[in-house]
């Protein structure tokens, strides 16, 4: 069996399913690890969401930011921006059933060799605590009250991890970790305004992976979310999102030993912004 991991894919189906036709996936035999953000400003949200719902076991895919604002959108606690794309999911037959799927999605997975995440970790986190607080969070979006975490989940604040925070700002902290993190201090604390390369940041802050010490540089992890960024092979990390959707490259890279990536071109055209 094959394992490809795919960077974000926001809605660039057409150029999902041609990736997959270069990679020769095989859905009896293959596995696909897809890194977030499946959705959202990109043209065909919909379809990419019934498509990878539809390949059951043989895609793993973690929830991104933009997958949790489409959560939260349709339970009417988030409004839709301009620059969304949501609106074909929110009009669909089958729009909740799709929505049930998505919020059983985990944060956090891994094999014996991998793991894979959206976003980063803070440098306190090892693999245990980062299970544990995946779980926890994992808990709180497919509970039957979601929509009581859904309505604490926003917000930059606790930008430092503690042991004793409250239950609430541990899982928004968490959110914010797995979901949007690109950089922080030495110390691990967090940066929501930095969003361009390494060396564009401001002087006090480091990526995510290259905080010295930190308790995760012995797990192999697999991470979109960064496409200014692009593809990175450092610090036992891969990152996977290579921009797709502002017109530069859909990725997958198959796990083996070593990785192998393959990439193709994508005609999205829009132009790079917040994300």
């Keep these: 069996m ?11 189906y057409n150029e999902l399913r041609r990736l997959l ?11 696909l690890w897809l890194a977030g953000d499946l959705v959202n400003r ?17 895609a793993i895919t973690v929830l ?14 988030s409004k839709t921006g301009k620059k969304d794309t949501l609106g074909p999911i929110l009009r669909a037959a089958d729009c909740d059933e799709l929505i049930d799927w998505l919020r059983n999605q985990p944060l956090f997975y891994h094999n014996d060799q991998f793991c894979m995440l ?24 497919r509970g039957e009250d979601y929509q009581r975490f859904f309505r604490s989940m926003y917000g930059n604040k606790p930008t430092a991890w503690q042991d004793d925070l409250p239950k609430t700002e541990k899982l928004r902290f968490a959110v914010n970790c797995f979901t949007r993190l690109r950089y922080c201090t030495a110390d691990g604390e967090l ?13 006090h802050l480091l990526p995510w992976f290259a905080v010295p010490g930190r308790k995760s540089r012995d797990m192999c992890i697999i991470f979109g979310h960064w496409s200014t960024l692009g593809f990175y092979q450092e610090h036992n990390v891969y990152s996977i999102d290579t921009g797709c959707l502002w017109g530069g490259q859909l990725t997958a890279l198959r796990l083996d030993q070593p990785a192998q990536r393959i990439s193709i071109d994508c005609q999205c055209v829009h132009k790079p912004s917040e994300l």
Aim: charged residues 20%; hydrophobic residues 35%; proline residues 7%.
């Design 191 to 203: 940066d929501f305004h930095h969003k361009g390369p390494p060396g564009s940041q401001a002087g």
């Design 42 to 58: 990109g043209p065909h949200s919909l379809e990419t969401l019934r498509f990878v719902k539809s390949l059951g076991d043989s």
């Design 118 to 141: 959206h976003a980063g970790l803070p440098p306190q986190w090892d693999f245990e605590q980062t299970k544990t607080m995946a779980s926890e969070t994992e808990q709180a979006i």
């Design 64 to 77: 991104g930011n933009h997958d949790l604002h489409l959560i939260a959108t349709v339970a009417s606690l």
């Design 21 to 31: 036709d270069v990679i020769k996936f095989d859905p009896d035999q293959d596995q």
């Design 2 to 12: 094959a394992i490809y991991a795919i960077g974000d894919i926001q809605g660039c």
